[in-house]
C-alpha cells in the first residue's frame, strides 16, 4: 500500500514539475513576442530622420511599435518642464538642443536614463560630448552638430580684388569687406556688405567667444562674462559692426533674405547654412565658397559652433533597454546618418561615419569645392563647452548686453562688468 502510495505522490509530482515547466516555457514565449511602444518627441527634418531609423529597426526587431509626436522646440520644451516636476506624461525618447540638456538634467538629474555604457566618446566630437555630459555622467546620446566656417561669394571676392586665402585675421576681413562694399552691388542695385549682424542677438559674440575657447561658464559652472576673452570678443563685434561693412538685421526672415536678396558677401555660420543658401538663392549656385574663420590673430583657434541636436532617454521609461538599443541603432549606423545628411542636412557628431564617401565628394553649388572636408577639420577643434543649468536664462541678459554696447555705444568694459555682476547676483556664482 505505501508503495502504491508513493508511486503516485510520485507520478503527481512528476506531471505537476512538467506543466511548471510548460507554462514558464509558454510564459517566456508570451513575453518574448509582446510588443513593445515606444514614443519619440521630435520636430521637423529630425522627427523624419527618426521615422526612417524606426522603419529600419524594426526589421530586425519587429515586436516594437513607434508612436511620433511632432512638435516644435518650445512645446517639447514646455511639456518636458512640467513631466520632469510632475514625473508624469514624458515620452519615452526625446529630441533637444545640445545647449539645453545641462539645464533639465542639472535640476531633474533622476529624470533621465544614463547613457555612459552606450556612448563611446572618443567616437564623438569634442563639442557634442560637452552637451551631454552633465556632472561627470552621459545623459544624452549625441546626433548632429553645427560646426561653423565662413561662407563667402566668389564672384564678389573676384569683383572686389579680394582674396579668400589672405583672409587670415578678422583685421583681413575688415578691410576685405571695404572693398566689398565700395565696389560690388546686389541684383538690386544696392551696395553689398561684407556680413549680417543681427544687434539684438548674441550669435555673433558667442562665435567670436567661442574661438577664443570660451563660453558664459567655466568646468565649475562660475560665471566668466567679465574676462580678457569676452571683452575682445565684443570689442571686435562692436568693431566690425561700426566699420560700415555689416548689414543688420533682426529675426530669421530677414537673415534668409540675406542670402536670397544677395546682399552679403559672407556668412559666418554652421554646416546646416548650406541647406538654407540652396534653397533660398538657387540661382547664385557656383559662386558660393567655403574657407575658415578668420582667427583673432594667426595661428589661434578657429573652431566654433552653432546648433545641432541630442536624444534623450525618460528614466521611467518601461522599456529602458530597447530605447537605448533604438537610440544606439539609430545614432551609429552609417547608411542612417548619411541618409540624414543628405536628404535633411544633419551633420552627424559621429566621427567614424566621415570616411564615408559622401564626405568627400564635391559640390557643385560651391564651385565643385569638397566643403565637408572643412567642416570636419573644424569639428575637431570646437572647444568643449559647460552650458550648466543657467545658460538659457543668462542668454537673455547676455543678449541685452549686447544691444547696448552695439546700438547705445555703451562701454564694453563696463558692460561686461555688470554683466557679471548681475549674472552672479542672479546665479550664486
Known amino acids: 500500500m505505501k508503495k502504491k502510495v508513493l508511486l503516485i505522490f510520485t507520478l503527481l509530482m512528476v506531471s505537476m514539475t512538467a506543466f511548471t515547466a510548460c507554462s514558464k516555457e509558454e510564459g517566456s514565449k508570451e513575453n518574448e513576442n509582446e510588443k513593445v511602444t515606444l514614443t519619440v518627441w521630435s520636430w521637423d527634418v529630425a522627427l523624419k530622420q527618426l521615422e526612417a531609423s524606426a522603419e529600419r529597426f524594426k526589421e530586425t526587431n519587429p515586436d516594437v511599435e513607434f508612436v511620433f509626436e511632432e512638435m516644435g522646440t518650445e512645446q517639447i520644451y514646455a511639456k518636458l518642464s512640467t513631466g520632469l516636476a510632475t514625473g508624469d506624461g514624458l515620452g519615452d525618447i526625446i529630441t533637444l538642443e545640445g545647449e ?4 533639465y538634467a542639472s ?4 529624470g533621465f536614463l544614463e547613457l555612459n555604457d552606450i556612448v563611446k566618446k572618443d567616437d564623438f566630437l569634442p563639442v557634442k560630448m560637452g552637451e551631454v555630459t552633465v556632472n561627470g555622467k552621459v545623459y544624452g546620446f549625441p546626433w548632429d552638430a553645427g560646426p561653423i566656417a565662413m561662407f563667402y561669394r566668389t564672384d564678389y571676392f573676384e569683383q572686389a580684388g579680394v582674396k579668400a586665402e589672405e583672409i587670415i585675421t578678422w583685421e583681413d576681413f575688415i578691410e576685405a569687406g571695404k572693398k566689398v562694399a565700395a565696389t560690388c552691388t546686389t541684383p538690386s542695385g544696392d551696395p ?8 539684438t542677438s548674441t550669435n555673433f559674440y558667442r562665435m567670436l567667444l567661442l574661438q577664443l575657447g570660451q563660453g558664459f561658464f567655466d568646468a565649475e559652472g562660475n560665471t566668466i562674462l567679465n574676462t580678457d576673452a569676452s571683452v575682445k570678443a565684443l570689442n571686435l563685434e562692436k568693431k566690425i559692426f561700426d566699420s560700415g561693412i555689416a548689414l543688420s538685421y533682426n529675426g530669421w526672415d530677414e ?3 540675406t542670402v536670397a536678396n544677395e546682399s552679403v558677401a559672407t556668412i559666418p555660420e554652421a554646416v546646416w547654412m548650406i541647406g538654407t543658401i540652396k534653397d533660398k538663392a538657387p540661382q547664385t549656385s557656383g ?5 575658415n574663420m578668420p ?4 595661428g589661434e583657434n578657429h573652431g566654433a559652433t552653432n546648433g545641432g541636436s541630442l536624444l534623450a532617454i525618460n528614466a521611467k521609461t518601461k522599456n529602458a533597454e530597447m530605447a537605448k538599443k533604438f537610440v544606439e541603432f539609430a545614432m551609429t549606423d552609417e547608411q542612417l546618418l548619411v541618409d540624414g545628411f543628405t536628404n535633411y542636412g544633419l551633420y552627424p557628431s559621429y566621427m567614424p561615419v566621415y570616411s564615408n564617401a559622401v564626405f568627400a565628394q564635391g559640390d557643385e553649388f560651391f564651385g565643385g569645392q569638397k566643403v565637408y572636408q572643412t567642416f570636419i577639420e573644424i569639428g575637431k577643434v570646437i572647444p568643449t563647452i559647460n552650458y550648466t543649468e543657467n545658460f538659457a536664462e543668462a542668454l537673455d541678459t547676455v543678449g541685452s548686453s549686447v544691444t547696448k554696447v552695439l546700438l547705445q555705444d555703451a562701454d564694453v568694459q563696463e558692460t561686461v562688468d555688470k554683466l557679471q555682476s548681475d549674472l552672479v547676483s542672479k546665479f550664486g556664482k
Open 100 to 103: 539645453q540638456l545641462s539645464g
Open 192 to 199: 553689398v556688405m561684407m556680413l549680417p549682424i543681427a544687434p
Open 295 to 298: 582667427a583673432f590673430s594667426s
Open 107 to 110: 535640476n531633474y538629474p533622476e
Open 287 to 291: 559662386k558660393w565658397g567655403v574657407m
Open 255 to 257: 537673415y534668409e533674405g
